[in-house]
């Protein structure tokens, strides 16, 4: 059976595609499948790598091989149980976390489990001011989210190595091309994974992409090592990082 086709971009800048296409997820159910155009208008940067980018982090899964048509991309994907990223030019910092829980993926809302000291953290550090509210955060104070991985799993430990790699060099990618002003990575044992084993908390020597990188505590409640007045501390310093650059 043919895929529904559905083009996204109409003339606007691929700097504009990550929210236009967060927005079509949230509008389709699981495993509904489309054959997507994507056709912005056309930049230096602009190929099937790009392209493929895109669809994983608004959280489709390809299904099919992409393929170039004049200036668009056409591929066909599947709607995923996942999270969108929230990313746009002109970020602050951008938040890189593990991957999506079962609660953030179906509410549309990173670090959404109840328990999670994230957003209580952001609030204390004046990072945003409205809770639970990505698209706020991005537009008022340039809070973008990602994950390293798009598969959504109840834990982090049933991720596997392979699947943090990729998604690294696809978030390394992310940043050469929106170039936030600092990356913060939330959970430890993902940066050490995919770059560095011997990673404490705090600013790093490595780079992602051009962007300086502050790694801090996963704010999981299950974290009990971390309370919430040192996360906020972490996150402060992290914004401090985005504003020395």
């Known amino acids: 059976m043919p895929l529904s086709p559905h083009t996204v971009g109409g003339g606007g800048p691929t700097t504009d595609l990550p929210l236009t296409l967060a927005d079509l997820h949230a509008s389709l159910a699981v495993g509904v499948r489309l054959d997507l155009r994507l056709d912005p208008v056309p930049d230096d940067a602009w190929d099937g790598q790009r392209a493929l980018d895109l669809v994983v982090g608004a959280g489709f899964t390809g299904v099919g091989e992409a393929r170039s048509v004049g200036s668009a991309v056409e591929v066909p994907?599947?709607?995923?149980?996942?999270?969108?990223?929230?990313?746009?030019?002109?970020?602050?910092?951008?938040?890189?976390?593990?991957?999506?829980?079962?609660?953030?993926?179906d509410s549309g809302v990173g670090y959404h489990r109840p328990g999670n000291r994230f957003w209580p953290a952001v609030l204390a550090a004046g990072v945003a001011t409205a809770d639970r509210d990505p698209r706020h955060a991005l537009a008022e104070h340039g809070l973008g989210m990602t994950d390293l991985v798009r598969r959504t799993t109840a834990r982090a430990d049933?991720?596997?190595?392979?699947?943090?790699?990729?998604?690294?060099?696809?978030?390394?990618?992310?940043?050469?091309?929106?170039?936030?002003?600092?990356?913060?990575?939330?959970?430890?044992?993902?940066?050490?994974?995919?770059?560095?084993?011997?990673?404490?908390?705090?600013?790093?020597?490595r780079a992602l992409g051009g962007t300086p990188v502050y790694v801090m505590p996963h704010t999981s409640g299950l974290n009990a090592h971390s309370r919430l007045d040192d996360l906020t501390?972490?996150?402060?310093?992290?914004?401090?990082?985005?504003?020395?650059?």
């Open 158 to 205: 049933e991720v596997d190595v392979d699947e943090f790699r990729e998604g690294f060099a696809r978030v390394e990618r992310l940043c050469a091309w929106l170039r936030p002003r600092a990356a913060c990575f939330v959970g430890l044992g993902g940066w050490r994974v995919v770059a560095d084993r011997r990673a404490v908390a705090g600013v790093q020597e």
């Open 77 to 105: 994907v599947e709607r995923r149980r996942s999270l969108p990223d929230t990313v746009a030019p002109g970020m602050r910092l951008l938040v890189v976390g593990l991957n999506p829980s079962p609660a953030s993926a």
């Open 233 to 245: 501390a972490h996150l402060r310093s992290a914004a401090r990082l985005a504003d020395e650059g």
